[in-house]
């Protein structure tokens, strides 16, 4: 997807339907049209019944899925159930659980928590991709537990945390 936030209503509404999905899938992986993996022929049909796209070159006939190469690929759940699944499970920074997805997008708990694995995988990969640079913002956090008697939360005490950017990593140092 891309980096824009979208509402929950607008985004139902851009992937309503498996056609919208697919489609997406198709413009990302082919933006200027489909042009096969295997034999780079610019032409090709799309097999319905299979959800493939078969190259027209009658010496490669390369069958391609828009889903080859993701966490989607040979699923049997609904591309609708997918795209909705990783907005839930990346819209909150908590996140989603596997019992609330599958409730959710009505499913079995099993799927909903390999899917979720899934999910959570692809966006740690992508963001190992990513160093940070320039400034960096950072937000408290609460480290150890309350005083005997003291406030649970926001009543903790807090210990200062400053991370400092160093080479590829970040290295937490306690002021």
């Known amino acids: 997807m891309t980096n824009q936030k979208l509402s ?3 985004f139902q509404k851009k992937f309503a339907t498996e056609e919208a999905c697919y489609q997406y899938l198709y413009n990302i992986r082919w933006p200027d ?3 096969c993996p295997k034999c780079s022929h610019p032409k ?3 097999i319905v019944s299979r959800k493939l796209i078969q190259c027209a070159n009658p010496e490669c006939r390369y069958q391609a899925s828009v889903t080859a190469g993701t966490i989607m690929h040979r699923t049997r759940t609904p591309l609708v159930k997918w795209f909705l699944a990783i907005y839930l499970a990346a819209r909150d920074k908590r996140g989603i659980s596997a019992m609330a997805l599958a409730k959710e997008i009505d499913v079995t708990y099993k799927t909903a928590w390999l899917m979720l694995h899934k999910i959570r995988k692809a966006m740690r990969d992508r963001n190992a991709r990513y160093m940070l640079s320039g400034i960096v913002e950072i937000d408290d956090a609460f480290f150890g537990s309350p005083a005997r008697g003291g406030k649970r939360g926001r009543g903790t005490e807090k210990s200062k945390v400053i991370c400092e950017l ?3 990593s970040i290295h937490p140092k306690s002021v």
């Open 8 to 10: 929950l209503m607008a």
């Open 44 to 46: 090709g049909y799309h």
């Open 166 to 168: 160093l080479t590829n």
């Open 33 to 35: 049209g489909f042009v």
